[in-house]
């Protein structure tokens, strides 16, 4: 406490290294024991101090990258297409990352940058607190190094959402939206008879689709992931795995996304890319996260608007263009 004060009555006071020591007072103050009066002192004041500290973050950028090229060759895919074919086409415009490139990319630059990896790492959310902790991939012990790759795996995922984004699917998107008025029917043909969307959901996908066609991803977002949920559930159910618990007095929950992600039969019925994809995107801490920032209510208005949703979106109508190829094929 007394290392805390310190710091903010110096010459250049510090909200993230006096938290840090407030920390620190709490976890030594709960082996103690007997002091949870104190530890609810401290832990808002802990809280004050976290939410402060985010004006001492600072910006890491890569400096700039020229997309030029990757915008122009969107639009020319989209250009003189019919609209049908021109909303397929966004929906297979590129790809989700590779899992096994992203794992290459974490592995290589974890040797060629070794330095950063001496020193820990956490997540912090909007309000300063700390929600993770990442592993060290100097650590003796294997599954350490694991958790740690995969953390590194969903930070280079991001990277990729931006630029797919930025690069691929805004400049096509507007592009459609330029040259066609889509409406509720043309998403709606995406939509049915899709092995994707169980049957009763088609209106809810179709229109959860159509408001991000417009840039409404703030009500797309809170359509689409429920019904997203809902349908890995479906396609598990479909392929004979077991998708609800059951307990010691017979109530029967269904598992949600934070359980779905993870059945090894998801990744093989979609893709290990798109499953790892999703991890990231909606349920992992040092991922995205959408799914349980949304459930919680811990986004803000500007955050349904960045390059994470619009992905979320796009990766959304990519799997039902999948599944709607994959029917039509079947039927040929």
Not at 40 to 66: D, P
Not at 170 to 180: G, L, S, T, V, W
Request: with cysteine; hydrophobic share 40%.
């Amino acid at each position: 406490m007394k290392e805390a004060e310190l710091i903010l009555a110096g010459e250049k006071p510090s909200y993230m290294l006096a938290s840090s020591h407030i920390s620190s007072a709490i976890e030594a103050l709960k082996r103690i024991g007997g002091n949870n009066k104190r530890i609810e002192e401290l832990h808002k004041l802990l809280l004050m101090y976290q939410k402060n500290s985010i004006t001492e973050l600072g910006v890491v950028t890569s400096g700039e990258i020229n997309i030029r090229n990757y915008i122009e060759g969107a639009e020319k895919l989209i250009e003189g297409k019919e609209k049908g074919d021109a909303i397929f086409q966004l929906g297979l415009i590129g790809n989700p990352p590779q899992k096994s490139a992203l794992r290459a990319q974490v592995e290589k630059f974890s040797k060629k940058f070794l330095f950063q990896h001496l020193f820990s790492s956490v997540a912090i959310n909007e309000s300063g607190k700390i929600i993770g902790r990442q592993p060290s991939m100097l650590s003796e012990n294997q599954e350490e190094v694991e958790a740690a790759i995969k953390v590194e795996m969903y930070k280079h995922a991001q990277y990729h959402h931006l630029l797919h984004t930025q690069g691929l699917v805004e400049p096509a998107r507007r592009k459609i939206i330029f040259d066609h008025s889509v409406r509720l029917k043309d998403i709606f043909y995406l939509v049915k008879n899709n092995p994707f969307v169980p049957q009763g959901r088609e209106l809810i996908f179709a229109e959860g689709l159509l408001k991000g066609f417009y840039g409404d991803f703030l009500t797309s977002a809170h359509l689409l992931i429920p019904q997203l949920e809902n349908s890995i559930r479906h396609i598990l159910y479909e392929s004979g795995k077991i998708v609800s618990c059951i307990d010691s007095e017979g109530i029967q929950d269904e598992k949600n996304l934070n359980s779905l992600l993870f059945i090894q039969e998801f990744e093989e019925l979609i893709s290990e890319d798109i499953a790892f994809d999703l991890q990231g995107l909606l349920v992992e801490r040092f991922g995205s996260n959408l799914r349980n920032r949304i459930a919680h209510g811990l986004m803000g208005y500007e955050s349904f608007f960045s390059s994470e949703l619009i992905y979320l979106w796009w990766l959304n109508l990519h799997i039902c263009c999948v599944y709607k190829l994959h029917y039509l094929r079947a039927i040929e």
